[in-house]
């Protein structure tokens, strides 16, 4: 067999997730696309913002040196100042341009963190529910992911992270908003978070960075995403334009280091050589120059709270135990009866698709990925209510 061990074992462990899209396309034939209801990818649903898609046109009839060229690692100069500017005015710093290194998606972006601060056997320590795509992120660079349960209601349990930190920590990464369950992590958890990650550096005499994961800040129901920038000095925002533009296969995001932080120098110097080492080489480049053109400008967030608020009530009204999502566009509900898999097959004759929670490290759950067209929820309702009642 040529395939390498640890890839037979990862296409092995990931088969749950092909088997879905699997199910997803064979029911698609056999009954008709529109007759199924697909709630199981984190595809954004809505158009990118008309500013983005004239800033891309704008950009690619525009003439100018070095346009379709080679460019320094970390990016454009003048794309990375004015990341720097809009970043550093959310998460409330002063963020120079050198600390911003642009990347191939936030999913590149904590490859390039990874491999820049992973020595062999590090971990990476992250709080359930999780996108567990980091396993696969920690292990491609030596790590192992460690993962800690959470509060009900999702809230961090800063007990459990406590007990989760060793000489081996390298890092704890939070997702927040958070997929899969759309929690905002509030303001005190967060300076507990930090208080915890800075005991722990000193207890253990290596410092532990704090990665902040966030692709889905803009993408919030009211409550506001804390900057974590502010909170902890050895911190790294990770994050990209794939949710709030739309754009996900456009492959662009954006890391942030810490001024504060006592290694940033070297962890940008890092950052810059792995990106190179990795073979992304820099961002995609007409689309670091459009992205930079609209900052601020986001998809239509008021038609995600749409979503949201026509299915969680309903969903509610059927029984199902629910908390509503503050933000991103997921809802991670119960599984009725309490066994996620044989949930997801009831839902399953019932046309309807979604991921059990094992998937993102919580069995007994499911997550619903409420980017889709209003019709498709309102289609599903049926479905939700005839597999609550046989699994109840
Ligand atoms: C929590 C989380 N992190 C990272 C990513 C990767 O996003 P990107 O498309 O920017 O690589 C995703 C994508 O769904 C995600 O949900």
């Known amino acids: 067999m040529a395939l390498a061990r640890h890839i037979g074992q990862t296409v092995a462990s990931s088969s749950f997730i092909r088997k879905m899209f699997e199910t997803g396309i064979r029911l698609k034939q056999e009954y008709g696309a529109e007759k199924v209801c697909d709630f199981s ?17 704008r950009v690619a009839s525009q003439s100018f040196p070095g346009k379709h060229a080679y460019m320094p690692n970390a990016g454009y100069a003048d794309v990375r100042a004015a990341i720097a500017g809009w970043v550093g005015k959310a998460q409330g710093i002063d963020l120079p341009s050198s600390h911003v290194v642009m990347s191939c998606g936030a999913g590149g972006g904590l ?22 795509e980091y ?17 009900p209601g999702f809230d961090l349990d800063l007990d459990a992270i406590a007990k989760a930190l060793t ?35 000193r207890k253990h005499g290596r410092t532990i960075y704090l990665v902040a994961d966030e692709p889905y800040r803009a993408i919030t129901y009211g409550q506001p995403v804390p900057g974590l920038l502010a909170l902890y000095p050895h911190s790294i925002v990770v994050s990209s334009f794939s949710k709030e533009l739309s754009i996900p296969g456009e492959r662009l995001g954006w890391i942030a280091v810490n001024p504060a932080a006592e290694d940033a120098a070297a962890l ?9 080492i990795l073979g992304y080489v820099n961002a ?3 689309m670091q120059k459009a992205a930079a053109a609209c900052l601020g400008v986001t998809a239509d967030m008021a038609a995600y709270r749409r979503k949201r608020d026509l299915l969680c009530p309903a969903l509610k009204r059927i029984g199902y135990d629910l908390v509503e ?3 991103t566009f997921y809802a991670f509900p119960k599984a ?9 097959e009831a839902l399953q004759k019932q046309l309807v698709l979604v991921v059990p929670g094992r998937g993102f490290g919580m069995e007994g759950y499911f997550r619903i990925a409420y980017c889709v067209d209003d019709d498709i929820i309102t289609r599903s309702l049926a479905g939700f209510e005839a597999a609550f009642r046989e699994c109840t």
Request: net charge negative; aromatic share 6%.
């Open 41 to 57: 990818l984190g595809n954004p649903s809505l158009p990118p913002p008309a500013a983005f898609s004239e800033a891309l046109i």
């Open 284 to 286: 995609p480049a007409l």
């Open 325 to 327: 999502p503050a933000g």
């Open 268 to 276: 940008i110097d890092g950052a810059v050589v792995c990106t190179r």
């Open 135 to 151: 396993r696969f992120y920690a292990e491609n660079h030596g790590g192992v992911l460690k993962t800690v349960p959470c509060k």
């Open 336 to 344: 009725p009866g309490g066994d996620d898999l044989a949930f997801v």
């Open 111 to 132: 490859n390039v963190i990874f491999k820049a601060l992973l020595n062999p056997g590090d971990e990476v320590v992250a709080s359930l529910p999780c996108f567990m």
């Open 167 to 201: 000489p081996r920590t390298a890092l704890v990464i939070l997702n927040s908003p958070n997929n899969p369950s759309g929690t905002i992590y509030p303001e005190a958890t967060l300076q507990g978070l930090a208080g915890v990650l800075a005991d722990a550096t």
